[in-house]
């Protein structure tokens, strides 16, 4: 099993900045893909971003330019720096971690982000 655990969200005015972080326990040398995920009221979870072990990186086009992914291998932690923050990021963030063996997806707790319009 592994568990993911988020951190870092809140309230943040338009324009403004905030890190998500997501610490891995357990099995972690079992995860090869992490990503963020987000649902907003009444809408589907969709994908934010998403790492690679080796670094390689995706965004949901949404995103692209503002948040930025990241991941520390040594740390089993992976990071989301949002920039630029709208309106329209407001969401529950949720971490996720893809098990290398069979894409089993685990899933953390889910951390709030709002940025009031």
């Known amino acids: 099993q592994v568990q993911l655990v988020e951190s870092g969200g809140g309230l943040v005015q338009p324009g403004g900045s905030l890190r998500l972080s997501c610490a891995a326990s357990?099995?972690?040398?079992?995860?090869?893909?992490m990503g963020w995920f987000r649902q907003a009221p009444g809408k589907q979870r969709e994908l934010v971003a998403g790492?690679?072990?080796?670094?390689?990186?995706r965004y949901a086009d949404s995103v692209k330019g503002r948040f930025t992914i990241s991941r520390d291998n040594a740390r089993n932690t992976v990071y989301l720096q949002m920039n630029s923050l709208k309106p329209e990021d407001t969401a529950v963030y949720y971490c996720?971690?893809?098990?290398?063996?069979?894409?089993?997806?685990?899933w953390g707790q889910g951390t709030h982000v709002t940025v009031p319009s």
């Open positions: 996720n971690a893809e098990r290398h063996l069979d894409g089993h997806a685990y």
């Open positions: 357990g099995r972690v040398f079992s995860i090869s893909y």
């Open positions: 790492i690679t072990s080796s670094g390689h990186t």
